[in-house]
């Protein structure tokens, strides 16, 4: 089982898609700060990865989402997660 899956099953972390997002991730990708302070609250973890390695805090930068950033940041986001899987991808013209 990858550190990953194994943090997942320990902290209890919801997963609601085959690409690993959790609520906190689409609420931090979508900008809902409601959401994001009540999943906050129930002390669900601020940092898994989904299957490309982005994590929630990533997941609100990309998208610009300015309050969602700071508000993950300032209840303990790690901001220095760097491991970001890349997929190669083949054309064929």
Do not use: C
Request: without cysteine; aromatic residues 6%; positive net charge.
């Amino acid at each position: 089982m990858s550190s990953n899956e194994d943090f997942i099953r320990k902290n209890k972390v919801v997963i609601i898609d085959d690409d690993k997002n959790t609520t906190l991730h689409y609420a931090a990708a979508l900008g809902n700060l409601e959401e994001i302070h009540k999943i906050i609250g129930s002390k669900q973890k601020l940092d898994p990865e989904n299957y490309l390695g982005w994590t929630p805090l990533m997941m609100a930068v990309r998208n610009v989402n300015g309050l969602g950033v700071n508000i993950l940041l300032l209840k303990g986001a790690d901001a220095t997660i760097r491991k970001i899987n890349l997929v190669r991808v083949r054309f064929s013209f």
